[in-house]
C-alpha cells in the first residue's frame, strides 16, 4: 500500500506561482511514473503531467505546457509540481497519483494510488 500526501496549494493571485509537493510512503512510487491531475468543480478530473520513475521522460497538458514543471527526488519519495504564470482557469483541487506499471500515462484509471489532493485558487 502507498499513502501519498499533497502540499502546498493555496490561494494565489493571477500571475503568480506555487510548487505542490508530493511524499510517497514506501518503495513502490520511486519504481513508477507519477502523475499530477487537477479536479474543478463540475468538470471530470484531467491529467497535468507525468513524470518517468527515473526523471527522464515527462509530459504535460498543451494548457500548462511552459508554465508548470513537473520534477521528482527518488531519495526523498517525493514529487512536485512548480506553477508558475498561474491563471484563474488553474483553479482546482490537484491530485498527485502512482501509475500502474503499464497503461496511458494520461489517463486517470491507469493510476492505481491517490493522495487526497490541495486546494488551488487562483484570483483574477
Known amino acids: 500500500q502507498v499513502q501519498l500526501v499533497e502540499s502546498g496549494g493555496g490561494l494565489v493571485q493571477g500571475g503568480g506561482s506555487l510548487r505542490l509537493s508530493c511524499t510517497a510512503s514506501g518503495r513502490t512510487s520511486r519504481e513508477r511514473t507519477m502523475g499530477w491531475f487537477r479536479q474543478a468543480p463540475g468538470k471530470e478530473r484531467e491529467f497535468v503531467a507525468y513524470i518517468s520513475s527515473l526523471g527522464r521522460v515527462t509530459d504535460y497538458l498543451d494548457s500548462v505546457k511552459g508554465r508548470f514543471t513537473i520534477s521528482r527526488d527518488n531519495a526523498k519519495n517525493a514529487v512536485y509540481l512548480q506553477m508558475n504564470s498561474l491563471k484563474p482557469e488553474d483553479t482546482a483541487v490537484y491530485y498527485c497519483?502512482?501509475?500502474?506499471?503499464?497503461?496511458?500515462?494520461?489517463?486517470?484509471?491507469?493510476?492505481?494510488?491517490w493522495g487526497q489532493g490541495t486546494q488551488v485558487t487562483v484570483s483574477s
Open positions: 497519483a502512482v501509475k500502474l506499471p503499464s497503461g496511458d500515462s494520461r489517463w486517470p484509471g491507469t493510476y492505481e494510488y
